[in-house]
């Protein structure tokens, strides 16, 4: 079956930095879009960012682009979000998926950012 994992989350201080991954099992990896979404309290969820299978294509909702950099390892069937410059308001649970915009999830990994 299709498994997410995501990881990496934690405590940020504005201006830092963060990397998420998510691995990935289950099906064919290189393959498919990989997406990463992301939900703060009491608002929407938001796409972040997506690649394609091999890493050609990627895109960034405007409030990340420039500081946050989606990325893929097929060979460890892994997705990464490098997040720099991070922001009070990127504070959420990040979740990372399959396919665009996605079919299965992760549980997801909460990142805050707070001094």
């Known amino acids: 079956q299709v498994v997410l994992v995501e990881s990496g989350g934690g405590l940020a201080q504005p201006g830092g930095s963060l990397r998420l991954s998510c691995a990935a099992s289950?099906?064919?990896?290189?393959?498919?879009?990989m997406t990463w979404y992301r939900r703060a309290p009491g608002k929407e969820r938001e796409l972040v960012a997506y690649?394609?299978?091999?890493?050609?294509?990627?895109k960034y909702a405007d409030s990340v682009k420039g500081r946050f950099t989606i990325s893929r390892a097929n060979a460890e069937n892994t997705v990464y979000l490098q997040m720099n410059s991070l922001k009070p308001e990127d504070t959420a649970v990040y979740y990372c998926?399959?396919?665009?915009?996605?079919?299965?999830w992760g549980q997801g990994t909460q990142v805050t950012v707070s001094s």
């Open positions: 998926g399959r396919g665009f915009p996605g079919d299965y």
């Open positions: 289950g099906f064919s990896f290189s393959t498919a879009y």
């Open positions: 690649i394609s299978g091999l890493g050609r294509i990627t």
